[in-house]
Each structure stands twice: as C-alpha cells, then as structure tokens.
C-alpha cells in the first residue's frame, strides 16, 4: 500500500510569484488536508477537500486555494508569494473528514 | 491566538527513564486529542490519543492522560529509547468539526540519550 507523497520536496520561488504543490493520497482516501507548518511552529491547517469539494478552510487568504481530483489526488496552489509564506507544507490523507490523518513528508517553500 | 501549547521546546531525557511531555489548551469545546511524532524529513505519524471523555489511554510504552478541569494532557514515554528522540506535537479537534482538521501545539523536541 503506497502512502502520502507530495512532490516537489523542496522549491525556491521569489516574492509576487505563483507555486502548486502536489499531494497523492493513500489508497481508499477520500480526503485531502493541508497544513502550513512554519519554523519552530504547530502546523497550522489551511484547507481539506473531501470527494474534490473544499470541505473547511482555515485563516488563510485568498491567494492559498486548492483543488482536488477525481482519483483523489490534490494540488495547492499559492499566488503572489510573500516572504512568510515560505514554510514546510504537508498534506494529510484520510478515509472521510473526520478520520485518521496520514500525513506526506512535505514540501518546504523558500521564498526569496 | 494559540489554543493549544506545549511549553517546553525541548526536553532531554536519559535512555530506561520516563520521558514526560506536557501540553495545555484553552478551548473546553475540544473533545479529541492527539499526539504525534515527526522525524527530520518525514510527515508527522500519528502516535497515541484520547477522546475528552477518558482520562487515560495507554498504549505499550506511551500513555496520555487528561485532566479536563485543568485543560491539560500529558504523553508518558516509558522507558524511553533512543528511537524515540523525534519532535512530538500535541494536538485537538474541536466537538463541532465537520473537518476533523487538527490544531497543533508549537512541538518539543525530546532527546533521549543513550
């Protein structure tokens, strides 16, 4: 059974520009979280998706926003980057929302 | 507004002890907790939890307890091993989630020396 992967592991962008993060979820999962974890911190959720519908957002403008796809897979997508966006970010998968999360290694965003 | 926090960023411990870690929260509407345990470069992997109506739950060497009325919990690694040096997060669902969607403490960093 393959589990959580995110890819790319790691990106450099500059300030104003536009990133997307992929996530794979495990097998059977139904649902994707997000979470932005910066250095030294909690993570801190920012979206889930559940059967590609955003099921809940955390405080997390506008310019954060998501998408999910019919094999379950989801991307997050980030427009004009600013400099504090730059953190570990890490998708969950689960069987429904309010199941056991599994989490992906993450990919750190550096914003320079 | 930090509703869930553990206090200590670290916490170094000798390998055959007990290994405590602490957290708090402010939010008497959680009913679930969490911990989990992150290595480098890895996700954080789920570890041990406890529903709000429980004051404990045990589990080989980890047990938590709750102390509702003080809005704390506690994870007790015993014995600890070397393994277990890892950033540990404690975290929460609020009762009227539809997300299951976790808030988690700032982590501490246990160290166990062999």
Same mark, same amino acid.
């Given at each position: 059974?393959t589990?959580?992967?995110q890819s790319?592991?790691?990106?450099?962008k500059?300030r104003?520009? +536009?990133?997307?993060?992929?996530?794979?979820s495990?097998?059977?999962?139904?649902?994707?979280?997000?979470?932005?974890?910066?250095?030294?911190?909690?993570?801190?959720?920012i979206? +889930?998706?559940?059967?590609?519908?955003?099921?809940?957002?955390?405080?997390?403008p506008?310019r954060?926003?998501?998408?999910?796809?019919?094999?379950?897979?989801?991307e997050l997508?980030?427009?004009a980057?600013?400099?504090?966006?730059?953190?570990l970010?890490l998708?969950?998968?689960?069987p429904g929302p309010?199941?056991?999360?599994?989490?992906?290694?993450?990919?750190?965003?550096?914003?320079? | 507004?930090?509703?869930?926090?553990?206090n200590?960023?670290?916490?170094?411990?000798q390998?055959?002890?007990?290994?405590i870690?602490?957290c708090?929260?402010?939010?008497?509407?959680f009913?679930?907790?969490l911990?989990?345990k992150?290595?480098?470069a890895?996700g954080?992997?789920?570890?041990?939890?406890?529903?709000s109506?429980?004051?404990?739950?045990?589990?080989?060497?980890?047990?938590?307890?709750?102390n509702?009325?003080?809005?704390h919990?506690?994870?007790?690694i015993?014995p600890?091993?070397?393994?277990?040096?890892?950033?540990?997060?404690?975290?929460?669902?609020?009762?009227s989630s539809?997300?299951?969607?976790?808030?988690?403490?700032?982590?501490?960093t246990?160290?166990?020396k062999?």
């Open positions: 059974e589990g959580v992967t790319p592991t790691h990106l450099i500059t104003g520009q +536009q990133v997307t993060l992929r996530c794979s495990q097998s059977g999962h139904n649902t994707v979280s997000w979470y932005q974890q910066a250095l030294g911190q909690g993570p801190q959720f979206f +889930q998706y559940y059967r590609e519908e955003e099921n809940g957002r955390g405080n997390f506008p954060f926003s998501g998408l999910q796809f019919p094999n379950y897979s989801s997508n980030v427009n980057l600013e400099l504090d966006d730059s953190a970010y998708c969950a998968s689960s309010y199941n056991e999360q599994f989490f992906g290694p993450g990919t750190r965003l550096t914003v320079l | 507004d930090q509703q869930v926090k553990q200590s960023p670290s916490l170094s411990v390998e055959g002890r007990i290994s870690l602490n708090d929260y402010t939010n008497s509407m009913d679930y907790f911990w989990y992150k290595y480098p890895e954080p992997t789920f570890l041990i939890s406890i529903s109506i429980k004051d404990k739950n045990e589990d080989g060497r980890f047990t938590v307890f709750l509702k009325s003080a809005k919990l506690s994870l007790h015993v600890s091993q070397p393994g277990d040096s890892a950033v540990y997060f404690c975290a929460a669902i609020h009762g539809n997300t299951g969607k976790l808030i988690f403490g700032q982590g501490t246990l160290q166990v062999p």
